[in-house]
């Protein structure tokens, strides 16, 4: 596998070829195998009011319910989030780590090793779709459907097309910025503008134009999976020639440009002055800059990007749904009505009343992905350890106990504000709409998801005294993910009042409809407590270097 | 410096303990690790202002004269230093607190040769106003002409400390004596200090491997009637290369 560079580029990615291929594989699967019940139950007069979200074309059919549900808009979105980091770092990675150097100083011409990287890429994306389709055809076995796997293979090569599209986008623009994590962030911009566009021209028939200008248009216009839509060849034609429109601009410019800069560089620095002055300002600059004075407050200033946009995505969602609240009630009233599959649908909730709908579309999910956010923010604390960025700071007359403690503090403030903030928001706009919902209960749903952002953040900052990184946040994600699921499944999976209170989703139950819940919430923060006073002791007491 | 808890004894700077008494031993040290991490996006100019709050504050005017000696622009962001600038960037905030001991693992890594000479002038200005530094360093030619005393470690242990001179020394130096007609080795075996006796190709030269004093020698050169006679200090490389030679047994530190 070390004898080309495609073959060594293509050895990295087989874990990203197995995980993402088996688990949306899984997911497809599952789609497949609950359709019929849920069809049965009634669920597409649910689904014909989210015209935003995909087409609905056959909607009442098993082939036409999974394209709407998976292969429209979630699948190649999601998977694209891979693709996208894939194409920002395809060389702007080796750029960034100094590897590329190395490369480059063998006789080998840049295009070509940019082509090469390209096919290793491409092959990954391929050989994702070849798992992707066995599990189309494992789905259709599971609901009884004939088994098709041409059709299964369309449509997972059209998949296939549309991520590798999205990858030579942040290609191209990695050429154009010096970090890949902004060429990642600009083309993931792009994702969702495409998406919107595609929704906004779907929803409102005057501005149908502008879904012509999406590439999500295009990639729908085949929906291999149901029979009676025709293949529109002109569709792929146009998605393959932009994907060779985009290898080639990002060749040539690759190839021309200086390594490690940029293809455009503009003059927006304007005139330096001399070094002395330049020196000066600088040093002046940053005197003045509050942000650092204490490690809490450097720590507040680095993660302002990730809360930001946590928050607004966050806030974006609640606020959609609450929106929506008045137009979709009655249709879910009568979808559950004497429906014992959709009721279990919503996890039990009384989706006909304006808070447990809030509580089965909102609150089912926004309390993991704010745990999930206090997490990756106390993993910043675990990986700088690991990286040697903390020992200059270490160095300096700080006990450790303080320098902890103003990290966790920080993260545990950063924490606050999204839930705080949804409250607000979701205050504001019931009032807009003229929505009734209880401030007590939304107050008390939205600030018990903090005991459940502080544990999270206190198990990293615990496990990151004796663990690396990597195997930390792994650890505590694991333990998310199983809380997660025992909760969402526990309507299905009735699992002992023991087991399913080891769940923390379990324990924060549903304050949105039955208030406080004062006894778990405290439980919550009880552990969350423990755990950061142990990870004082243990940062306290033990090496630096005994983190293996 | 607190890093590591000692499995057994102690370490004191100051008579400070390194590890009860951390944060006051901080205080007097500056230091600078052999790798120096920071987060990519503050500019230099941050970072030495986040340190210098870190550390109670520092004098600026002091900072912004180490910038201009080491010809360091701190207003970029730390991923955009080359790693000459980052160890810049890294003496800069060991030495802007007038620390009371350095503490440096490589300093000169990466320092072009007039930062380098700037950098010597740095620590020669510290040593005069009686503080202390302590470096730790792979460039021996370094260390010979920036340090008083030098430790050899050899296996994890301490085999050797004492001062550059004292160290030349006691150890090995070669002479070298020309006579008018062929010379003989026995002339010279079983002086005192003398552990070696080479006879050159041309059989009028002598190379001697001497331990302490010369007297000997010397007397025994002049009843010979030799033409010339020249020592060869050791350099500290050439002791140092001694002390990891293969039948060197590791003594135990002093």
């Given at each position: 596998m070390l004898r080309a560079i495609w073959l060594k580029s293509l050895r990295e990615y087989w874990i990203a070829i197995l995980c993402w291929g088996l688990g949306l594989g899984l997911l497809i699967y599952a789609m497949y195998a609950t359709a019929q019940d849920v069809l049965s139950?009634?669920?597409?007069?649910?689904?014909?009011?989210?015209?935003?979200?995909?087409?609905?074309?056959?909607?009442?059919?098993?082939?036409?319910?999974?394209?709407?549900?998976?292969?429209?808009?979630?699948?190649?979105?999601?998977?694209?989030?891979?693709?996208?980091?894939?194409?920002?770092?395809?060389?702007?990675?080796?750029?960034?780590?100094?590897?590329?150097?190395?490369?480059?100083?063998?006789?080998?011409?840049?295009?070509?090793?940019?082509?090469?990287?390209?096919?290793?890429?491409?092959?990954?994306?391929?050989?994702?779709?070849?798992?992707?389709?066995?599990?189309?055809?494992?789905?259709?076995?599971?609901?009884?459907?004939?088994?098709?796997?041409?059709?299964?293979?369309?449509?997972?090569?059209?998949?296939?097309?549309?991520?590798?599209?999205?990858?030579?986008?942040?290609?191209?623009?990695?050429?154009?910025?010096?970090?890949?994590?902004?060429?990642?962030?600009?083309?993931?911009?792009?994702?969702?503008?495409?998406?919107?566009?595609?929704?906004?021209?779907?929803?409102?028939?005057?501005?149908?134009?502008?879904?012509?200008?999406?590439?999500?248009?295009?990639?729908?216009?085949?929906k291999p999976l149901i029979p009676s839509v025709n293949a529109n060849w002109g569709a792929v034609a146009l998605l393959i020639a932009l994907t060779l429109v985009l290898i080639v601009a990002s060749t040539v410019i690759f190839a021309r440009r200086d390594l490690?800069?940029?293809?455009?560089?503009?003059?927006?620095?304007?005139?330096?002055?001399?070094?002395?002055?330049?020196?000066?300002?600088?040093?002046?600059?940053?005197?003045?800059?509050?942000?650092?004075?204490?490690?809490?407050?450097?720590?507040?200033?680095?993660?302002?990007?990730?809360?930001?946009?946590?928050?607004?995505?966050?806030?974006?969602?609640?606020?959609?749904?609450?929106?929506?609240?008045?137009?979709?009630?009655?249709?879910?009233?009568?979808?559950?009505?004497?429906?014992?599959?959709?009721?279990?649908?919503?996890?039990?909730?009384?989706?006909?009343?304006?808070?447990?709908?809030?509580?089965?579309?909102?609150?089912?999910?926004?309390?993991?992905?704010?745990?999930?956010?206090?997490?990756?923010?106390?993993?910043?604390?675990?990986?700088?350890?690991?990286?040697?960025?903390?020992?200059?700071?270490?160095?300096?007359?700080?006990?450790?106990?303080?320098?902890?403690g103003e990290h966790a503090a920080a993260v545990g403030l950063a924490s606050l504000i999204p839930p705080l903030l949804i409250w607000l928001g979701l205050l504001l706009t019931a009032n807009i709409i003229n929505l009734r919902i209880d401030v007590g209960d939304t107050a008390a749903a939205c600030f018990s998801m903090l005991p459940l952002e502080w544990l999270a953040a206190a198990l990293v900052y615990l496990l990151a005294t004796r663990l690396p990184a990597g195997l930390t946040t792994g650890l505590v994600s694991l333990f998310l993910a199983i809380s997660f699921l025992m909760e969402f499944l526990q309507p299905m999976l009735k699992l002992p009042d023991w087991l399913i209170n080891l769940s923390i989703f379990h324990l924060y139950g549903s304050p949105i409809t039955e208030g406080m819940r004062w006894g778990p919430t405290l439980t919550i923060l009880g552990l969350a407590l423990v755990a950061m006073l142990a990870a004082f002791f243990h940062f306290k007491e033990s090496s630096l270097t005994a983190r293996t | 410096m607190g890093f590591l808890r000692p499995s057994a004894g102690r370490a004191t700077i100051a008579s400070l303990d390194c590890w009860s008494q951390a944060a006051a031993v901080k205080r007097l040290v500056g230091y600078l690790p052999s790798e120096f991490a920071f987060d990519p996006s503050l500019t230099g100019a941050q970072i030495l202002t986040y340190l210098g709050h870190l550390r109670g504050g520092v004098d600026r005017t002091y900072v912004q004269q180490l910038c201009e000696r080491l010809d360091f622009d701190p207003s970029k962001r730390f991923r955009e230093y080359s790693r000459g600038n980052r160890q810049k960037l890294g003496l800069i905030q060991a030495f802007m607190h007038r620390p009371r001991l350095l503490i440096l693992d490589e300093p000169s890594n990466g320092l072009d040769p007039l930062n380098q000479q700037e950098f010597y002038r740095m620590l020669r200005e510290v040593q005069s106003e009686g503080r202390t530094v302590f470096l730790s360093s792979h460039i021996l030619p370094e260390v010979e002409q920036t340090c008083s005393r030098v430790g050899i470690i050899r296996e994890g242990r301490l085999v050797e400390v004492n001062e550059v001179s004292r160290l030349k020394h006691m150890r090995q130096q070669t002479v070298v004596i020309s006579f008018p007609g062929p010379a003989s080795p026995e002339w010279f075996q079983g002086l005192p200090g003398v552990a070696a006796v080479h006879l050159n190709r041309d059989g009028r030269e002598l190379h001697l491997d001497v331990q302490g004093d010369l007297q000997a020698v010397i007397k025994a050169a002049a009843a010979h009637d030799a033409l010339s006679l020249t020592t060869q200090e050791p350099s500290l490389e050439e002791i140092f290369l001694r002390f990891y030679q293969a039948d060197q047994p590791v003594a135990a530190g002093r």
């Open positions: 139950a009634g669920v597409t007069q649910i689904y014909q009011s989210f015209g935003f979200y995909g087409d609905q074309v056959a909607l009442n059919t098993i082939p036409g319910y999974v394209t709407f549900r998976v292969f429209g808009t979630t699948l190649p979105a999601f998977l694209a989030i891979w693709a996208i980091l894939a194409g920002a770092r395809l060389v702007r990675g080796d750029e960034e780590r100094g590897t590329l150097d190395v490369l480059l100083a063998q006789p080998i011409m840049r295009a070509r090793l940019l082509l090469e990287k390209l096919l290793a890429l491409t092959l990954a994306i391929l050989v994702m779709m070849l798992i992707i389709s066995l599990f189309i055809l494992f789905g259709q076995l599971s609901a009884h459907e004939t088994a098709d796997y041409p059709r299964a293979l369309l449509t997972a090569l059209n998949v296939g097309l549309f991520e590798l599209i999205f990858a030579c986008i942040a290609l191209l623009i990695s050429q154009f910025v010096r970090w890949r994590g902004a060429a990642a962030g600009w083309t993931a911009a792009i994702l969702v503008i495409m998406f919107l566009l595609d929704s906004v021209g779907r929803v409102q028939h005057n501005f149908d134009w502008l879904r012509h200008v999406s590439i999500f248009y295009y990639y729908n216009a085949n490690g800069s940029v293809a455009l560089q503009l003059a927006i620095n304007g005139w330096r002055q001399p070094a002395t002055v330049e020196r000066v300002r600088a040093l002046a600059r940053a005197a003045g800059d509050p942000f650092l004075r204490s490690l809490g407050l450097c720590t507040l200033r680095a993660q302002f990007v990730a809360l930001f946009w946590w928050t607004v995505i966050t806030l974006f969602f609640v606020e959609f749904l609450t929106a929506l609240i008045p137009s979709l009630l009655d249709v879910f009233r009568k979808a559950v009505q004497g429906n014992a599959v959709m009721s279990q649908l919503f996890s039990g909730y009384n989706v006909a009343t304006n808070q447990g709908f809030l509580g089965a579309t909102v609150f089912a999910f926004i309390p993991v992905a704010l745990t999930i956010f206090a997490m990756t923010q106390a993993y910043t604390w675990s990986r700088d350890l690991d990286n040697q960025r903390l020992e200059i700071i270490l160095s300096t007359p700080q006990p450790r106990i303080r320098l902890l | -």
